[in-house]
């Protein structure tokens, strides 16, 4: 079994700056693709950046250079640096990893956090 942990979410003020973090643990032999989605009321999950296993990043439109996504793969743990933060920012932040947990499986499954509430607001 796997488990996503996040923390760093919180209220923060329009300008301000925030860092999420997601570590992996459990059965986790291979982790491909980490990443981070949010979902605000009313409104789907959108993805907002993710990195594959070799660093390469992809961010959603809304954030591109505001928000920068890093990864330690020794650590199994994805980080989201998040500045110039504005109202519209406020969501329900989702850490989602794609995982082969044991060596005998070469299946790739998707798990996904519990989330984590980012609030911009002055």
């Known amino acids: 079994q796997v488990q996503l942990t996040e923390s760093g979410g919180g209220m923060v003020q329009p300008g301000g700056s925030l860092k999420l973090s997601c570590r992996a643990s459990?059965?986790?032999?291979?982790?491909?693709?980490m990443g981070w989605y949010r979902q605000a009321p009313g409104k789907e999950r959108e993805l907002v950046a993710r990195i594959s296993s070799g660093g390469t990043p992809t961010y959603g439109d809304s954030v591109k250079d505001r928000f920068t996504i890093s990864r330690d793969n020794s650590k199994k743990t994805v980080y989201l640096q998040m500045n110039s933060l504005k109202p519209e920012d406020t969501a329900v932040y989702y850490c989602?990893?794609?995982?082969?947990?044991?060596?005998?499986?070469?299946?790739?499954?998707?798990?996904w956090g519990q989330g984590t509430q980012v609030t911009v607001s002055s």
């Open positions: 459990g059965w986790t032999f291979s982790i491909n693709d």
């Open positions: 989602k990893a794609v995982v082969r947990e044991v060596i005998v499986d070469p299946t790739y499954r998707d798990y």
